[in-house]
Structure formats: C-alpha cells, structure tokens
C-alpha cells in the first residue's frame, strides 16, 4: 500500500512499468509523460484516482494503456490521440464522465479497446471505427 512516488518520473529509460494489483492510492504524478520511452503502463487494480493528467499523453511510444479497475475521475482527453503507438486500451472499472473521445479513432495502431463501467458515453459510429481494431468491448450496462 502506498502513494506511486514522484520520483518514477526521473527512470526516463524506463520503457515497461507493470504496478498493477498493488493497492497504490493517490493521483499519477503529473510530469508522468517524462517517460517518454515508455511502451508499457499497466496500472490495473488499485486504488488510483482523479484526472489523468495531461503529460500522459506526451508518451508517443506507448503502446499498453491498462488502467483497468481504478478510481480514475473526469474525462478522457482528445489529446489521447497523440498516443500515436498506442494498440491496446483498457480502461473498464474507472469513473471518467463525458464523451468517449472521437479522436481515439485516429490511432492507427489500435488493436484492442475495453472501456466496459468505464462511465464514459460511448456512442461511436460503427462506420467510424478503424477496421484494424480487432476487438472492441463496451458493455454498455454500467456506460452513460
């Protein structure tokens, strides 16, 4: 149990950081897109909250995004395009609100999406969808 210390954000040759199932509290810090080799943030299963914050999607080489079962609050930036590399998305289980962003829907790379009790409206036009994405899980039950 603990806080994800600030100091993470000084690994910048860091390029896998997997802390799921660790029971770590708190917000991300907010120069976590200092990590710019990053290619893998799992933080799945804790007890993180609050916004994402902005520098996140400065990680152009990130190519997992698992914040699955967190506490994670506000909505989910259209910056989230910036996330060039990025191929599997899973955010299910968080409490965002809002829209689910359009613009994911210029990431090429895109394989995999779970936005299932994510508490984002997903109300995307299957003809929109990039035909490369190979699975797509909504759930709409728990989803505005």
């Known amino acids: 149990m603990g806080t994800l210390p600030v100091e993470i954000t000084k690994l910048t040759s860091l390029v896998s950081l997997n802390i799921g199932h660790n029971a770590l509290y708190g917000t991300l810090p907010s120069d ?3 990590l710019l080799r990053l290619h893998n943030l799992s933080l799945e299963d804790n ?3 609050g916004p994402l914050p902005a520098s996140l999607f400065d990680l152009a080489e990130l190519e997992v995004l698992i914040l699955d079962s967190n506490k994670f609050t506000g909505s989910l930036s259209p910056d989230i395009q910036k ?3 990025l191929e599997f998305l899973f955010i299910r289980n968080n409490s965002f609100s809002g829209s689910f962003p359009r613009e994911i829907l210029n990431l090429t790379e895109l394989r ?3 936005w299932c009790d994510s508490g984002l409206n997903a109300a995307i036009p299957v003809s929109e969808v990039n035909p490369r994405l190979a699975v797509i899980l909504i759930d709409g039950q728990y989803n505005k």
């Open 47 to 49: 007890q993180f909250s």
């Open 112 to 114: 995999e999406v779970c």
């Open 83 to 85: 996330l060039s590399s």
């Open 32 to 34: 976590i897109g200092q």
